[in-house]
């Protein structure tokens, strides 16, 4: 005899051990194995001893599938919910800073709006009343008086122009009648 294994012994060999080619397949190759020692044990003892790999593997595999999924599914519904909330949190905090610095700006401009009338104040305090006041006054009513006359003329310079508008048509009518005569 040749110690070399013939068709009779791979037919033995691959009765023995299945081949699967994915990870699911695998699966069921574990629980084939479990279940071919459990029948080896069984034959010793009287009691049958219910299989442990399901009958339909194809239901199996999808019921075992969609509990992944459904597992994936809860967590991930579980950190939107956790992010939502978070994004919830963080606008109503930045609505509360966005109050918070209005508020600041405000109270900020008005310290520094009293804060310039309260320089202004004591400045006018020490400064006291310009010298060239009292010019600027004056010429201030000598300009308002000579405004006022130049208005008076601009009125008397337009009657002016109304009446000659009017009687230079006038005079030259009594002219062309004089020549006529």
Request: net charge neutral.
């Amino acid at each position: 005899m040749s110690t070399l294994p013939g068709p009779s012994a791979e037919n033995a060999t691959s009765k023995k051990r299945p081949v699967f080619s994915s990870s699911s397949s695998a699966l069921w190759a574990i629980l084939g194995k479990e279940m071919s020692q459990s029948t080896s044990t069984t034959a010793k003892t009287t009691i049958p001893v219910p299989p442990l790999a399901p009958l339909d593997k194809a239901g199996a595999s999808m019921r075992m599938l969609l509990y992944d999924t459904q597992l994936n599914l809860e967590k991930f519904s579980a950190r939107v919910d956790k992010l939502t909330g978070g994004v919830e949190d963080a606008r109503k905090e930045l609505v509360t800073v966005q109050r918070m610095f209005e508020g600041d700006r405000d109270k900020i401009m008005g310290e520094m709006l009293d804060i310039s009338n309260r320089c202004q104040a004591v400045l006018q305090k020490c400064i006291g009343a310009p010298a060239q006041s009292a010019q600027l006054e004056l010429m201030l009513k000598s300009q308002t008086s000579i405004e006022a006359v130049f208005q008076a003329l601009e009125k008397r310079t337009d009657a002016l122009q109304t009446v000659l508008f009017d009687a230079i048509p006038q005079l030259w009518r009594m002219r062309s009648d004089h020549e006529i005569i």
